[in-house]
């Protein structure tokens, strides 16, 4: 059977992965950025999964605007990190797992939830950012990523509660896969931020610091939340926080079940870009044996 063993949750600004890929960790403006991640990254190495299901949001890289389906998953064997108009990132391109990922999207269907499926998208920051924050700087990933994306740029978009929704949904998928295999699911996004319009720059850290602490204790409460509360709470950008759901949906799967979940790690620190910046690492507790 298939194990959750840990959900994380990250911003993914792409002057991060700039950052990283240019060795700046001591430059004074990241080091409290990279200080913020220096112990998940321990805990990762340690505790490296088979698969990471990357929940984040394509941004008009693998779909242009002219179609934009809510949500979608691939199911290819590698995916090709894209060239966003300044090079491509020199990282390795993940590696897939096509066998759970297409065992994601039957058990999401029987479920009501129609994926899009994607047989050969490129990937661009929002999924190789968290990667990085994560593993490093490396030649190869340590494991297998299966990306599914959820539109949070192109209106309608679904809202917070369906993002919950098809995170329990994709918990229930992972738990019924029969093989054994160690999964995790990163939710990436956020937080506050708003790129565009007048209101360019905002940041609102009450927000995000709320959202932190409810997303642990509360996840119903923020799936209550509209679109309209997202964007003007947390910016029109900020509104891609409503993907945590999906990683916080899967995680409340395995709690039903009596699995347990402590808070490992977190972080907050603004700014990197025009982001306020917030992580947190939430581990299945491993019962000491007697
Ligand atoms: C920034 C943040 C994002 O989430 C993104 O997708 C692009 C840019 C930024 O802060 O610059
Ligand atoms: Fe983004």
Redesign the pocket.
Known sequence: MAQLSATLYT?????IGVAIDLARDDDPYWKPVFDGYAATRRWLAAHTPDVVVMVY?D?ATAMDYSMVPPFALGVSDRFEIADEGWGRRPVPDPLGHPALARHLVHRLMANGFDMAVLHHPKVD??LSVPLSLGFGRVSAWPCRVIPLMVNVVHAPVPTAARCLALGQALGAAIRSYGEELNVQVWGT??MS?Q?QGPGAGYINSRFDRWFLDELMARPDALASLSHEAFVEQAGT?GA?LTMWLVARGAQMVFQADGQRFDELHRHYHV?????AVGHLLLAQRVEEKA
């Open positions: 911003s993914h600004v792409p002057a949001n941004h920051h929002g996004g956020g931020h790129l950008e891609e700014p990197a870009s025009n982001t």
